[in-house]
């Protein structure tokens, strides 16, 4: 089992935008549908964000109207559009199944928010 891979992570001023990406192995990817997950420090890991291979989403209120999440299943590729951002979107940021596996998590990217 092999960690997924997420970048474009960076600093922004509050307001600003990132374009997170997430690049899986085929087979799973193909079979499974994804979620983007964050973690700030002290915290505990959240799901910020899924979809089913069929394109199905799903967003938390803290979040909802301000990420969305795509996917390429053709590139084997995952995106979080991340718009309107604020320091409290400061964090860690991860992809995974949607019900995830341990040994799927990986570095994650750094997203921080900050005038």
């Known amino acids: 089992q092999v960690p997924l891979v997420e970048s474009g992570g960076g600093l922004v001023q509050p307001g600003g935008s990132l374009r997170l990406s997430c690049a899986a192995p085929a087979r799973i990817f193909s079979s499974n549908a994804m979620g983007w997950y964050r973690q700030a420090p002290g915290k505990q890991r959240e799901m910020v964000a899924r979809?089913?291979?069929?394109?199905?989403?799903y967003y938390p209120s803290s979040v909802k109207g301000r990420f969305t999440i795509s996917r390429d299943n053709a590139k084997n590729t995952m995106y979080l559009q991340m718009n309107s951002l604020k320091p409290e979107d400061t964090a860690v940021y991860y992809c995974?199944?949607?019900?995830?596996?341990?040994?799927?998590w990986g570095q994650g990217t750094q997203v921080t928010v900050s005038s």
């Open positions: 995974n199944t949607d019900l995830p596996v341990r040994e799927y």
């Open positions: 979809i089913t291979v069929g394109g199905g989403t």
